[in-house]
């Protein structure tokens, strides 16, 4: 196996098992189009590493 880093921008269009996407904060919008990226990418395992106002936000675009 080989581990590969990238920011989100580069990773578009790519896909990976697992995906570790770490330093997300503020608000996470509905439409935002790098967290969408970030959060489809993974094929098994996504891992986000967030402030806890991010991941409040996170969890409300979950919810729905």
Avoid: C, H, W
């Avoid at 196996?1 to 990238?6: E, I, M, Q, T, W």
């Avoid at 990418?41 to 996504?46: A, E, M, N, T």
């Avoid at 106002?53 to 409300?60: G, Y």
């Amino acid at each position: 196996g080989v581990v590969r880093y990238s920011t989100v921008r580069k990773f578009k269009g790519m896909e990976s098992p697992a995906v570790i996407v770490y330093n997300v904060s503020g608000t996470i919008e509905k439409d935002d189009p790098l967290f969408y990226v970030a959060s489809t990418r993974p094929k098994i395992s996504l891992t986000i590493l967030a402030t806890q106002d991010a991941m409040l936000s996170i969890s409300r675009l979950l919810a729905g």
